[in-house]
């Protein structure tokens, strides 16, 4: 591989202004767009030597013919020109948005004559505003069924408004007091704009201005013994009220904020975008991010700010976000042109703010789990990605059985590694294996010691196999080998099953390691190949480059879950081990039984802790006296 890319631009031909710049195919088409406050700055990091580069920047630059930029007055102009040219050419190697189509939207359709309120999961409805999105589709029908109770506006459909307003008959949701348009002959059009302007005011703020206006007019016409009118706002009260009360307040009632959580890996992210109004949060927009080249989790909010504020789309006063992008003032002078004011971005660093950026970035860290379980849950997804496996690996057949090994140590101590296994694309925890590593020098050195013993029980009869068996849930096993294997009374045959394919957690050393093992135990027909967790590359034995996987393979979804998997386990099995460890010298204290030795580990929290702990402060747990505290800090201290 040549280290200079031919189309290279000669050194001081690129300027230094603030610009947009476009990576070329050989036909011509856009594969990458970025701006840049210093274009030759920027540039010049694509250019450096191919080794340094990042393996899916190098591909991007390895599979362009051509590079161009643009000068621009001001940082400002460049985000602009950036936006408009990736919505233009839709750039491959830009980040890829996937917005969650499962969640209902509550639109009003203000391009009408008569806007009507209305269900709907398509989002091009002509000058529509949308609420939402709602978790569960009851919950908008929900909502609907109050708001009009207090702000009666249209709900039927277009042909029942156009039947009725031809014929002077209501339209039959009017004539059971389900439509207050004019349909229902209640009320004029200019009438119904009026009141569809205060839903849509109430929607999008919450604003309790109208609380305050229902109650000021219920009492009046208490006062005057209207008490028809005052029963009619106290139901249209108590229907706002309810609105209110279904979102919780998280942030001061005058607050409009957007906030985005966000969690991502090499090759994706979730996004959690946090609608808030009135200081309560009005909806959830969900969004998955396929990332092709390098991002930062700055740069990676910038792309999402510019995708979440498009044309037509309201921004509010304050958008909180986990990490300020570099160009943070110009992205809010940017914003702020289309919202006509004042536009804050900030970092939620502390209190409410920064409890509800926790909930989002959670629930974030759970979109993206759920994204990659469905990939490989499905069996199209499944079948896909052992044909892409067995196509990229070149093996003979399509591994049906493959088995992971992870190696995990405490600073060097307590180490441990585990074996999963997936058949057919899915987990088999039944088969799951743990090991405990008497002595080893490093992971290179465990790796290998692990395969062997693993590679020795293949093909072996039920009666011998001397398999550590652990169950995949609480990671309990009943004994432990003389050797320091973990195995249970009932032995499972399913040890000696051969696998199509070896997988381990790490890089070329821990690929070469795993090699020499299968070459010592004679199984060099097994395959055989790591994936590195930083680059996410797939390394095989003997290789000195490794194999990348496009970013949508269903079969690097399959080994990031398989590795994911077993570092799970081997953690899971290690703080097994490290509570037995600490229960047994505990147990070698004279007085101390099984009830206070639980009591100990719930107060401290951590082992450690309670080997740093006084005598003082153990003696502060309860059912622990001075004598019994002094004899458990010196058993503890003496070994």
């Known amino acids: 591989m040549a280290e200079v890319l031919p189309y290279k631009p000669k050194p001081g031909e690129i300027p230094t202004n603030p610009g947009v710049y476009r990576f070329r195919d050989a036909e011509g088409r856009v594969l ?221 009632a005058d607050e409009d904020a957007d906030l985005f959580g966000i969690a991502e890996d090499e090759l994706a992210a979730a996004v959690q975008h946090f609608v808030i109004r009135g200081g309560r949060v009005r909806g959830v927009r969900a969004t998955m991010i396929e990332k092709e080249i390098d991002i930062s989790g700055a740069e990676l909010v910038d792309q999402i700010l510019q995708r979440a504020y498009g044309e037509g789309v309201d921004v509010p006063r304050r958008l909180l976000v986990p990490a300020l992008p570099d160009d943070a003032a110009e992205l809010e002078q940017w914003l702020r042109e289309r919202r006509g004011r004042k536009v804050e971005l900030a970092v939620a660093q502390r209190g409410q703010r920064a409890e509800l950026m926790r909930t989002a970035t959670l629930n974030a860290q759970q979109a993206l789990i759920r994204h990659k379980t469905r990939r490989t849950s499905d069996y199209v997804a499944r079948t896909q990605a052992l044909t892409d496996l067995q196509e990229a690996l070149d093996l003979d057949a399509a591994p049906l059985r493959i088995e992971c090994f992870d190696i995990s140590h405490l600073s060097g101590t307590n180490v441990v590694a585990s074996m999963v296994v997936f058949e057919d694309g899915l987990p088999r925890t039944d088969q799951y294996r743990s090991f405990n590593i008497a002595e080893t020098t490093d992971d290179t050195d465990s790796m290998y010691q692990v395969l062997m013993r693993r590679l020795a029980h293949l093909d072996r009869p039920e009666d011998d196999e001397p398999a550590s068996v652990i169950d995949a849930a609480t990671g309990e096993a009943s004994a432990v080998t003389a050797e320091g294997e973990v195995i249970t009374a009932k032995r499972k045959p399913r040890f000696a099953y051969r696998p199509q394919l070896l997988l381990v957690d790490g890089g070329k050393p821990q690929v070469e390691a795993a090699a020499r093992a299968l070459r010592d135990a004679g199984r060099t027909e097994i395959a055989l190949c790591g994936i590195a967790k930083r680059l996410e590359e797939i390394w095989l034995p003997g290789e000195d480059y490794p194999v990348i996987l496009p970013r949508t393979s269903e079969a690097l979804y399959l080994l990031q879950r398989l590795r994911d998997e077993a570092h799970r386990f081997a953690i ?44 003082e402060e153990i003696q502060e747990v309860p059912g622990i006296g001075p004598a019994l505290a002094t004899g458990i800090h010196s058993h503890l201290s003496s070994r």
């Open 572 to 615: 899971v099995h290690q703080r097994k081990r490290r509570k037995r460890d600490i229960t047994t010298v505990l147990a070698e204290v004279p007085g101390l039984g099984a009830s206070r030795i639980k009591a100990l580990l719930k107060h401290f929290g951590s082992v450690t802790a309670l080997r740093g702990a006084s005598a």
């Open 32 to 252: 990458y767009v970025g701006k840049a406050k210093n274009l030759r700055q920027r540039l010049s990091n694509y250019f450096a030597p191919l080794r340094t580069l990042h393996e899916r920047t190098r591909r991007m630059v390895t599979t362009a013919a051509s590079v161009e930029w643009t000068v621009v007055a001001t940082d400002v102009d460049s985000l602009q020109l950036e936006y408009m040219w990736i919505k233009e050419f839709d750039p491959p190697f830009n980040v890829r948005y996937k917005d969650d189509k499962s969640y209902p939207f509550l639109a009003v359709t203000l391009g009408d004559e008569a806007p009507r309120v209305l269900v709907t999961r398509n989002r091009k409805i002509p000058r529509a505003r949308y609420f939402g999105p709602y978790p569960k589709v009851w919950a908008v029908h929900e909502t609907i069924d109050l708001m009009i109770k207090a702000f009666p506006i249209r709900t039927c459909s277009d042909s029942s408004y156009k039947r009725a307003m031809a014929t002077g008959r209501p339209c039959f949701p009017g004539q059971i007091g389900k439509c207050g348009g004019p349909c229902s002959m209640r009320v004029t059009i200019a009438e119904h704009r009026a009141i569809v302007d205060d839903f849509v005011a109430f929607m999008a703020g919450g604003d309790e201005r109208f609380t305050k206006e229902l109650t000021k007019r219920m009492l009046a016409a208490s006062a005057a013994m209207d008490y028809e009118s005052a029963a009619k706002y106290r139901d249209q009260l108590a229907s706002i009220e309810a609105v209110l009360g279904k979102s919780a307040l998280v942030l001061p």
